[in-house]
């Protein structure tokens, strides 16, 4: 069964400081890699995404992530946080040789101390 | 903004009504998909269209709801018989098939409250 699991309910990073948000995950097949910020009130964002290729992926505002196959770890990073980054982030995964469905982490609330 | 709306933003109503949520998607994209997502979790999947056919459904989604996606463009969500268990967020999200690139884009969602 697939499943994505965030280990952190939430993170304190200090503005301008490195942030690392963790996930990991299971799937039988290969692993299509998402991951989402939520802002109060609003809906999911799309940040990035791993299909193939390389381990590091780039995405929306600064954000990246490192696919691990071998931890079966997906970690979002971003080299100097911001104060806006502040907000809830998901991890999600599809298994890409079956269905079309994503499965989410239960997320982790990012705080960004100035 | 995404560019997939939903309607309305907010429902609140009786324990036993029904209730009927839209979503509108990115206009060429050709799958459509519904969560529900409650306070401090996950989305939940529920179902997925592929233009108007409806290829997969959640246990989750009880003979209580119903989707549809008729002409393949807009989809409905219906609840009937609501109970203050499904007060969540639905969320409606979309994404182009076949191209390889995967991503869903999600509406701002509704937020369903049941007295």
């Known amino acids: 069964a697939q499943s994505v699991a965030q280990p952190e309910d939430q993170v304190n990073v200090a503005e301008g400081n490195p942030l690392t948000v963790k996930c990991t995950y299971s799937v039988s097949g290969n692993p299509y890699l998402f991951w989402y910020v939520q802002y109060p009130n609003r809906g999911l964002q799309f940040l990035l995404k791993?299909?193939?290729?390389d381990n590091l992926v780039k995405g929306s505002y600064g954000f990246e992530a490192e696919f691990n196959k071998s931890q079966t770890s997906f970690h979002l990073k971003k080299p100097s946080a911001l104060v806006s980054d502040s907000a809830l982030y998901f991890c999600a995964v599809r298994d890409g040789d079956s269905n079309y469905q994503l499965i989410w982490g239960a997320g982790t609330k990012l705080i960004i101390k100035p | 903004d995404t560019g997939v709306s939903q309607d309305p933003r907010h429902k609140i109503t009786k324990r036993g009504q029904n209730v009927t949520f839209r979503c509108d998607p990115i206009?060429?994209?050709?799958?459509l998909y519904w969560y529900r997502q409650t306070l401090g979790q996950g989305p939940e999947f529920l179902t997925y269209f592929q233009n108007e056919a409806q290829l997969e459904k959640s246990r989750l989604l009880s003979d209580r709801f119903s989707a549809e996606r008729p002409k393949g463009s807009f989809s409905t969500l219906e609840i009937q018989r609501t109970e203050q268990g499904d007060s969540a967020m639905y969320l409606c999200?979309?994404?182009?098939?076949?191209?390889?690139?995967?991503?869903?884009?999600f509406g701002p969602g509704t937020r369903l409250t049941v007295t």
């Open positions: 206009s060429e994209h050709n799958r």
């Open positions: 999200a979309s994404s182009l098939g076949g191209t390889g690139t995967y991503e869903q884009y």
């Open positions: 791993y299909i193939t290729g």
